[in-house]
Structure formats: structure tokens, C-alpha cells
Nanobody
Framework: QVQLVESGGGLVQAGGSLRLSCAASGRTLITYAMGWFRKAPGKEREFVAAISWTGVSTLYTDSVKGRFTITRDNAKNTVYLQMNSLKPEDTAVYYC????????????????WGQGTRVTVSS
């Protein structure tokens, strides 16, 4: 089992940027696809982005395409989510997740989860 710890959340004005980090321990992230999900107040948790274990392939939900970028550094066992042009509707708790195998969008396909980091975007 891989342990995941997110960091980098905070309060930012609309139009601003944040970079979230997800540090893994317990196992190397090589062979793990990684994903970011978010849960906004009163809403279900939703998929945001995912990246293959090689870093070559990525997936994004439509609402963040062109604004968010997911990357990974396997040497540091860390995954990042660069969030630019933030909007108030991006306000949520952001979760990092890991799965062995290929890219997926469904949270039920991810077996390891972090505790989340809160992002608040003010208008």
C-alpha cells in the first residue's frame, strides 16, 4: 500500500495560481497511475486529472483543460497539479490517488488516497 500526503492548498484570488503536491511513501510510484480528484461543498467527489506512470499520457476533466497541468517526478515519488487561472468554482478539497495499472477516471479504480488539501478561490 502506498501512503499519499497532499500539500500546497490555500486561499487564492480568482485568476491566481497554486501548485499542489502529492508525496508518496511506502512504495515507489513507478507502475502507479496517479490521479487528482476534488470534492466541493455539497457536491460529490469528482475526477480532475490523471497521469500514467511514465508521465507520457494524461487525462483531464473538461472544466480544467487548458488551466491545470498534472506532472510527476518519479525520482522524487511526487505528483503535482499546477492550477492556473483559478475560478471560485475550483474551490474544493483536492485529493491525490494512486492505482496500479493504466489511466482511469473513476474513483473506484483508485486504491490509495491521501487526506486532501483545501483550495479556496475567492471572487
Amino acid at each position: 500500500q502506498v501512503q499519499l500526503v497532499e500539500s500546497g492548498g490555500g486561499l487564492v484570488q480568482a485568476g491566481g495560481s497554486l501548485r499542489l503536491s502529492c508525496a508518496a511513501s511506502g512504495r515507489t510510484l513507478i507502475t502507479y497511475a496517479m490521479g487528482w480528484f476534488r470534492k466541493a461543498p455539497g457536491k460529490e467527489r469528482e475526477f480532475v486529472a490523471a497521469i500514467s506512470w511514465t508521465g507520457v499520457s494524461t487525462l483531464y476533466t473538461d472544466s480544467v483543460k487548458g488551466r491545470f497541468t498534472i506532472t510527476r517526478d518519479n525520482a522524487k515519488n511526487t505528483v503535482y497539479l499546477q492550477m492556473n487561472s483559478l475560478k471560485p468554482e475550483d474551490t474544493a478539497v483536492y485529493y491525490c490517488a494512486a492505482r496500479q495499472g493504466g489511466l482511469r477516471r473513476s474513483e473506484t479504480d483508485f486504491g490509495s488516497w491521501g487526506q486532501g488539501t483545501r483550495v479556496t478561490v475567492s471572487s
